[in-house]
């Protein structure tokens, strides 16, 4: 370097502290690299139509794909279970779990978790066979005072689905169930005329069930976005640190298209696109 000009040296010198600030910058913008720990990162899954399911023994569904793709991007290790949704809060309000990918946000579980925005679910209205051709609106279905509607016990849907459904139960005409595969089951007996579902949850189920032919399904909320479903790290593990690096992690996958592709396996291009609207 003694023989190199002052000035060729002093521009060499910035020119690599430039490259180590824009690296730097980069890694600040994306949250940097994510700390595995030194032992693996426990996830737990609930059946919830095409987010997750087993198929001859295999975990299979949108989540799963999701921590394959961040398993990819990490190098974490990762063992997961199937387990109730129950069971998973349950495990990660004490520390026994570390990851769920679905979760709703509210104010008690952010005490004990971090809630990070991954996908927006909206619920629309499934109306069952007996009820399909007269109904064709929410008013409709309120009128008819024969019909009942069918809930997953403690589920919200939005904020303009759960106002009808007080109207609904103040008549005694709501039903609740305590998983969503017997609310189908319900719905396909006629035990039941209409519930609410998500296109990922329905589209597997009526299919299976061979009735997507003998149902309507309608839109009760048009303006309504959806629901922000969340990914849920035990505070018990990650620091606000790492919460953000996972945080960034999701929006990355959000932005470059990643999150889209996984959607699109399992929905419509349209359906996957308000599901990125978190």
């Not at 309507?216 to 909320?221: A, F, L």
């Not at 629901?227 to 690096?245: D, H, W, Y």
């Amino acid at each position: 370097m003694k023989n190199i000009p002052v000035s060729i040296r002093y521009l060499v010198m910035a020119m690599f502290c430039l490259t180590l600030w824009l690296s730097g910058t980069r890694e600040a913008m994306a949250g940097g690299p994510i700390d595995c720990g030194s032992k693996p990162i426990k996830v737990g899954y609930f059946k919830l139509g095409y987010r997750f399911y087993v198929d001859g023994g295999q975990e299979k569904g949108m989540n799963v794909d999701i921590l394959a793709e961040i398993r990819k991007r990490t190098g974490c290790k990762f063992v997961s279970q199937e387990m109730s949704f129950a069971r998973i809060m349950a495990d990660l309000a004490s520390g026994n779990l570390d990851v769920s990918l679905s979760g709703i946000w509210s104010a008690e579980r952010e005490r004990t978790l971090w809630m990070i925005p991954s996908i927006a679910s909206k619920n629309y209205a499934v109306i069952g066979p007996a009820a399909r051709t007269s109904v064709r609106n929410a008013e409709d279905f309120f009128k008819n005072k024969k019909l009942q509607f069918g809930v997953v016990r403690g589920y919200t849907h939005s904020k303009e689905l759960d106002r009808w459904l007080v109207k609904m139960r103040r008549e005694g005409r709501v039903e609740e169930s305590a998983n969503v595969d017997l609310l189908y089951e319900k719905l396909k007996a006629g035990r039941i005329d209409g519930i609410f579902s998500f296109p990922f949850v329905y589209r597997k189920i009526l299919k299976e069930m061979n009735i997507m032919d003998n149902v309507s399904i309608q839109d009760w909320s048009p303006g309504d976005k959806g629901i922000i479903g969340c990914t849920m790290l035990t505070k018990s593990r990650f620091s606000e640190t790492e919460a953000n690096r996972w945080r960034a992690l999701i929006r990355d996958m959000q932005k470059d298209g990643t999150l889209k592709r996984i959607f699109t396996r399992y929905v419509t291009a349209a359906e996957a696109d308000q599901m990125l609207a978190f």
